[in-house]
Protein backbone atom coordinates (compact mmCIF):
# COMPACT_ATOMS: atom_id res chain seq x y z
CA UNK A 1 0.00 0.00 0.00
CA UNK A 2 1.58 3.50 -0.73
CA UNK A 3 1.26 4.82 2.59
CA UNK A 4 2.33 9.09 2.48
CA UNK A 5 4.75 8.70 5.41
CA UNK A 6 5.91 12.36 6.36
CA UNK A 7 9.42 11.89 8.31
CA UNK A 8 9.19 15.65 8.98
CA UNK A 9 11.69 15.36 12.11
CA UNK A 10 13.31 12.74 10.83
CA UNK A 11 16.75 14.23 10.32
CA UNK A 12 16.28 16.58 13.23
CA UNK A 13 15.29 13.98 15.92
CA UNK A 14 18.27 11.43 14.08
CA UNK A 15 20.73 13.83 15.02
CA UNK A 16 19.43 14.65 18.76
CA UNK A 17 19.75 11.20 19.12
CA UNK A 18 23.25 10.97 17.74
CA UNK A 19 23.81 14.31 19.98
CA UNK A 20 22.52 12.26 23.17
CA UNK A 21 24.40 8.98 22.86
CA UNK A 22 27.54 11.43 22.42
CA UNK A 23 26.49 13.31 25.73
CA UNK A 24 25.92 10.50 27.30
CA UNK A 25 23.07 7.61 27.26
CA UNK A 26 22.38 4.84 29.64
CA UNK A 27 18.87 3.33 28.92
CA UNK A 28 16.85 3.53 25.73
CA UNK A 29 13.29 3.34 26.30
CA UNK A 30 11.08 2.47 23.32
CA UNK A 31 7.04 3.12 23.60
CA UNK A 32 5.66 0.36 21.60
CA UNK A 33 1.62 0.22 20.49
CA UNK A 34 0.69 -3.08 22.40
CA UNK A 35 -1.69 -3.90 19.50
CA UNK A 36 1.45 -3.74 17.00
CA UNK A 37 4.52 -4.05 19.09
CA UNK A 38 6.10 -4.84 15.91
CA UNK A 39 4.77 -2.54 13.28
CA UNK A 40 5.39 0.18 15.94
CA UNK A 41 9.02 -0.49 16.56
CA UNK A 42 11.89 1.88 14.96
CA UNK A 43 13.49 -0.58 12.55
CA UNK A 44 16.79 2.21 12.92
CA UNK A 45 16.94 3.09 16.22
CA UNK A 46 19.39 0.13 17.74
CA UNK A 47 21.84 1.24 15.21
CA UNK A 48 21.19 4.75 16.33
CA UNK A 49 21.48 3.93 19.96
CA UNK A 50 24.47 1.90 19.34
CA UNK A 51 23.24 -1.04 21.30
CA UNK A 52 22.51 0.69 24.46
CA UNK A 53 20.29 -1.08 26.84
CA UNK A 54 16.91 -1.11 25.94
CA UNK A 55 12.93 -1.11 27.46
CA UNK A 56 10.51 -1.90 25.23
CA UNK A 57 7.54 -0.52 26.81
CA UNK A 58 4.08 -1.86 25.18
CA UNK A 59 1.63 0.61 25.58
CA UNK A 60 -2.04 0.91 25.65
CA UNK A 61 -2.42 -2.40 26.97
CA UNK A 62 -5.44 -1.87 28.08
CA UNK A 63 -6.41 -2.38 24.29
CA UNK A 64 -4.43 -5.28 23.53
CA UNK A 65 -5.13 -9.47 23.68
CA UNK A 66 -3.61 -9.98 26.90
CA UNK A 67 -2.32 -13.44 26.30
CA UNK A 68 -0.42 -11.61 23.00
CA UNK A 69 0.94 -9.13 25.45
CA UNK A 70 2.45 -11.85 26.97
CA UNK A 71 3.89 -13.09 24.25
CA UNK A 72 5.00 -10.00 23.24
CA UNK A 73 7.01 -9.54 26.22
CA UNK A 74 8.36 -13.35 26.65
CA UNK A 75 9.70 -11.92 23.24
CA UNK A 76 11.52 -9.08 23.93
CA UNK A 77 12.53 -10.06 27.19
CA UNK A 78 14.68 -13.02 25.56
CA UNK A 79 16.36 -10.50 23.65
CA UNK A 80 20.06 -9.31 24.97
CA UNK A 81 20.19 -5.99 26.89
CA UNK A 82 16.22 -6.06 26.41
CA UNK A 83 13.63 -5.65 29.61
CA UNK A 84 10.01 -5.62 28.02
CA UNK A 85 6.96 -4.33 30.29
CA UNK A 86 3.47 -3.22 29.13
CA UNK A 87 1.40 -0.83 31.06
CA UNK A 88 -1.34 2.20 29.98
CA UNK A 89 0.59 5.22 29.96
CA UNK A 90 -2.27 7.06 32.22
CA UNK A 91 -1.95 4.45 35.34
CA UNK A 92 0.67 6.10 37.73
CA UNK A 93 1.93 2.93 40.02
CA UNK A 94 2.65 0.92 36.28
CA UNK A 95 4.42 3.75 34.84
CA UNK A 96 6.95 4.27 37.97
CA UNK A 97 7.70 0.90 37.63
CA UNK A 98 9.22 1.51 34.27
CA UNK A 99 11.85 3.62 36.70
CA UNK A 100 12.85 0.40 37.98
CA UNK A 101 13.37 -1.31 35.11
CA UNK A 102 15.74 1.01 33.77
CA UNK A 103 17.81 0.77 37.09
CA UNK A 104 18.17 -2.90 36.98
CA UNK A 105 19.08 -2.13 32.97
CA UNK A 106 22.38 0.16 34.34
CA UNK A 107 22.45 -0.60 37.75
CA UNK A 108 25.96 1.12 37.54
CA UNK A 109 24.09 4.40 37.23
CA UNK A 110 22.35 6.19 39.92
CA UNK A 111 22.10 9.71 42.20
CA UNK A 112 23.87 12.37 41.49
CA UNK A 113 27.02 11.76 40.80
CA UNK A 114 26.20 9.27 37.83
CA UNK A 115 22.81 10.09 36.98
CA UNK A 116 21.20 8.29 35.19
CA UNK A 117 20.61 9.28 31.03
CA UNK A 118 17.27 7.64 29.89
CA UNK A 119 16.20 8.65 26.02
CA UNK A 120 12.74 8.36 25.00
CA UNK A 121 11.23 7.50 21.93
CA UNK A 122 8.21 6.67 20.21
CA UNK A 123 6.33 6.82 16.78
CA UNK A 124 3.41 9.52 16.84
CA UNK A 125 0.20 8.80 18.83
CA UNK A 126 2.17 6.17 20.41
CA UNK A 127 1.15 8.02 24.15
CA UNK A 128 4.43 9.29 25.05
CA UNK A 129 2.89 12.85 26.01
CA UNK A 130 0.29 11.09 28.08
CA UNK A 131 2.96 8.59 29.71
CA UNK A 132 5.43 11.92 30.41
CA UNK A 133 2.57 13.31 32.08
CA UNK A 134 2.11 10.87 34.23
CA UNK A 135 5.50 9.79 34.78
CA UNK A 136 6.24 13.58 35.71
CA UNK A 137 3.04 14.28 38.51
CA UNK A 138 4.09 17.14 40.05
CA UNK A 139 7.13 16.09 41.34
CA UNK A 140 9.75 16.56 38.20
CA UNK A 141 10.37 19.88 36.47
CA UNK A 142 11.54 20.50 32.98
CA UNK A 143 15.08 21.91 32.26
CA UNK A 144 16.85 23.77 29.63
CA UNK A 145 18.92 22.31 26.95
CA UNK A 146 21.93 21.22 27.72
CA UNK A 147 24.99 22.52 25.68
CA UNK A 148 26.05 21.13 22.47
CA UNK A 149 22.73 19.07 22.22
CA UNK A 150 20.09 19.95 19.45
CA UNK A 151 16.89 22.31 20.90
CA UNK A 152 14.45 20.17 20.34
CA UNK A 153 15.96 17.01 23.29
CA UNK A 154 13.98 18.28 26.40
CA UNK A 155 15.28 17.40 29.58
CA UNK A 156 12.97 15.81 32.21
CA UNK A 157 14.21 15.31 35.94
CA UNK A 158 11.53 12.47 37.26
CA UNK A 159 13.74 11.95 40.25
CA UNK A 160 16.97 12.78 41.69
CA UNK A 161 20.24 12.17 39.48
CA UNK A 162 17.20 9.86 37.29
CA UNK A 163 16.88 12.46 33.80
CA UNK A 164 14.68 11.45 30.68
CA UNK A 165 15.27 12.73 27.70
CA UNK A 166 12.38 13.50 25.20
CA UNK A 167 12.48 13.61 21.53
CA UNK A 168 9.79 14.07 18.89
CA UNK A 169 7.82 11.05 17.60
CA UNK A 170 10.36 9.37 15.50
CA UNK A 171 9.69 8.13 11.95
CA UNK A 172 11.87 6.06 9.63
CA UNK A 173 12.06 6.70 5.80
CA UNK A 174 10.48 3.81 4.45
CA UNK A 175 7.60 1.09 5.49
CA UNK A 176 9.31 -1.70 3.95
CA UNK A 177 6.78 -4.57 5.30
CA UNK A 178 3.21 -4.32 4.18
CA UNK A 179 1.29 -5.33 7.06
CA UNK A 180 3.52 -2.77 9.10
CA UNK A 181 2.03 -0.09 6.87
CA UNK A 182 -1.04 -1.62 7.43
CA UNK A 183 -0.80 -2.08 11.51
CA UNK A 184 0.02 1.89 11.53
CA UNK A 185 -2.54 3.42 9.54
CA UNK A 186 -5.31 1.08 11.54
CA UNK A 187 -4.21 1.96 14.55
CA UNK A 188 -4.42 6.03 14.11
CA UNK A 189 -0.51 6.54 14.10
CA UNK A 190 -0.39 7.62 10.57
CA UNK A 191 -2.04 10.65 9.46
CA UNK A 192 -5.53 9.98 7.78
CA UNK A 193 -5.00 11.85 4.41
CA UNK A 194 -1.81 9.69 3.84
CA UNK A 195 -3.55 5.90 2.90
CA UNK A 196 -6.45 4.76 1.35
CA UNK A 197 -8.96 3.96 4.24
CA UNK A 198 -10.96 1.03 2.29
CA UNK A 199 -7.58 -0.49 1.87
CA UNK A 200 -6.50 -0.94 5.54
CA UNK A 201 -10.14 -1.78 6.68
CA UNK A 202 -9.98 -4.58 4.29
CA UNK A 203 -6.98 -5.62 5.91
CA UNK A 204 -7.78 -4.87 9.34
CA UNK A 205 -11.26 -7.30 8.14
CA UNK A 206 -8.70 -10.13 7.35
CA UNK A 207 -7.01 -10.05 10.69
CA UNK A 208 -10.20 -10.09 12.88
CA UNK A 209 -11.38 -12.92 10.51
CA UNK A 210 -8.72 -14.60 11.13
CA UNK A 211 -8.62 -14.55 14.67
CA UNK A 212 -11.42 -12.70 16.20
CA UNK A 213 -14.27 -13.72 13.88
CA UNK A 214 -16.53 -13.41 17.04
CA UNK A 215 -15.73 -10.27 18.04
CA UNK A 216 -16.82 -8.35 14.32
CA UNK A 217 -19.74 -10.32 14.09
CA UNK A 218 -20.93 -9.44 17.48
CA UNK A 219 -19.62 -5.52 17.29
CA UNK A 220 -21.14 -5.15 13.93
CA UNK A 221 -24.55 -7.78 14.19
CA UNK A 222 -22.98 -9.74 11.18
CA UNK A 223 -24.81 -13.20 11.11
CA UNK A 224 -21.83 -14.65 8.98
CA UNK A 225 -18.64 -13.48 7.75
CA UNK A 226 -18.04 -13.60 3.87
CA UNK A 227 -15.32 -12.34 1.64
CA UNK A 228 -13.82 -9.28 3.39
CA UNK A 229 -15.43 -6.81 0.57
CA UNK A 230 -18.69 -8.48 1.84
CA UNK A 231 -17.87 -8.29 5.27
CA UNK A 232 -17.26 -4.32 4.48
CA UNK A 233 -20.34 -3.97 2.48
CA UNK A 234 -22.32 -5.23 6.00
CA UNK A 235 -20.92 -3.00 8.03
CA UNK A 236 -22.00 -0.02 5.90
CA UNK A 237 -25.11 -1.80 5.76
CA UNK A 238 -25.89 -1.50 9.48
CA UNK A 239 -23.99 1.78 9.99
CA UNK A 240 -26.42 3.53 7.73
CA UNK A 241 -23.75 4.37 4.95
CA UNK A 242 -25.67 3.81 2.07
CA UNK A 243 -26.64 6.35 -0.72
CA UNK A 244 -29.80 6.90 -2.29
CA UNK A 245 -30.46 3.81 -5.28
CA UNK A 246 -28.94 1.80 -2.10
CA UNK A 247 -25.13 1.47 -2.81
CA UNK A 248 -22.97 1.33 0.32
CA UNK A 249 -20.40 4.30 0.92
CA UNK A 250 -17.36 2.39 1.28
CA UNK A 251 -15.37 4.70 2.56
CA UNK A 252 -18.06 5.76 5.33
CA UNK A 253 -18.01 1.62 6.51
CA UNK A 254 -14.31 1.52 6.79
CA UNK A 255 -14.14 4.80 9.02
CA UNK A 256 -16.81 3.04 10.99
CA UNK A 257 -15.10 -0.11 11.20
CA UNK A 258 -11.20 1.73 12.52
CA UNK A 259 -12.83 4.46 14.41
CA UNK A 260 -14.69 1.52 16.43
CA UNK A 261 -11.17 -0.64 16.39
CA UNK A 262 -9.13 2.75 17.38
CA UNK A 263 -11.42 2.83 20.38
CA UNK A 264 -11.27 -0.25 21.83
CA UNK A 265 -14.89 -1.12 20.98
CA UNK A 266 -13.96 -4.35 19.47
CA UNK A 267 -12.48 -5.53 22.54
CA UNK A 268 -8.86 -6.05 23.05
CA UNK A 269 -7.37 -6.89 20.15
CA UNK A 270 -3.27 -7.21 18.89
CA UNK A 271 -2.90 -7.40 15.39
CA UNK A 272 0.51 -9.24 15.26
CA UNK A 273 2.51 -12.04 16.63
CA UNK A 274 5.96 -12.29 16.76
CA UNK A 275 6.35 -14.90 14.79
CA UNK A 276 4.54 -13.00 11.59
CA UNK A 277 6.94 -10.54 12.11
CA UNK A 278 9.70 -12.40 11.96
CA UNK A 279 8.31 -13.88 8.90
CA UNK A 280 7.56 -10.74 7.42
CA UNK A 281 10.92 -9.12 8.29
CA UNK A 282 12.86 -11.82 6.56
CA UNK A 283 10.31 -11.81 3.42
CA UNK A 284 11.26 -8.01 2.97
CA UNK A 285 14.80 -9.01 3.47
CA UNK A 286 14.72 -11.18 0.88
CA UNK A 287 13.02 -9.07 -1.68
P1 LIG B 1 2.03 10.98 21.65
O1 LIG B 1 2.53 11.99 22.63
O2 LIG B 1 2.90 9.76 21.60
O3 LIG B 1 1.80 11.52 20.28
O4 LIG B 1 0.63 10.42 22.16
P2 LIG B 1 -0.41 10.99 23.25
O5 LIG B 1 0.15 10.88 24.63
O6 LIG B 1 -0.90 12.30 22.80
O7 LIG B 1 -1.57 9.88 23.12
C1 LIG B 1 -2.26 9.67 21.91
C2 LIG B 1 -3.65 9.14 22.21
O8 LIG B 1 -3.52 7.83 22.83
C3 LIG B 1 -4.45 9.98 23.21
O9 LIG B 1 -5.82 9.85 22.85
C4 LIG B 1 -4.21 9.27 24.52
O10 LIG B 1 -5.24 9.51 25.46
C5 LIG B 1 -4.23 7.83 24.07
N1 LIG B 1 -3.49 6.94 24.99
C6 LIG B 1 -2.23 7.10 25.46
N2 LIG B 1 -1.89 6.08 26.25
C7 LIG B 1 -2.95 5.25 26.29
C8 LIG B 1 -3.20 3.97 26.92
O11 LIG B 1 -2.35 3.39 27.61
N3 LIG B 1 -4.42 3.40 26.68
C9 LIG B 1 -5.37 4.01 25.89
N4 LIG B 1 -6.54 3.37 25.72
N5 LIG B 1 -5.17 5.20 25.28
C10 LIG B 1 -3.97 5.79 25.47
P3 LIG B 1 -6.59 10.94 22.02
O12 LIG B 1 -7.92 10.39 21.73
O13 LIG B 1 -5.73 11.37 20.88
O14 LIG B 1 -6.64 12.15 22.98
P4 LIG B 1 -7.51 12.32 24.34
O15 LIG B 1 -8.87 11.78 24.05
O16 LIG B 1 -6.82 11.53 25.42
O17 LIG B 1 -7.44 13.77 24.56
Known amino acids: MPIHWFPGHMNATRQAIKDRVKAGLDVVIELLDARLPGSSSNPLLAALTTGRPSLKVLNKQDLADAAQTEAWLAHYNAQPHTRAIALDAGDKAPARALIKACRELAPQRGGLAKPMRVLI ?25 EPGITKIEQKIVLEDGFY ?124
Open 121 to 145: CGIPNVGKSTLINTLVGRRAAKTGD
Open 164 to 287: LFDTPGMLWPRISIAQSGYHLAASGAIGRNAFDEEEVALELIAVLKGRYADRLQERFGLAELGSDDAVLEAIGVKRGAKIRGGAVQMHKAAEALLGDFRAGLLGRITLETPDEMAAWRQAAADE
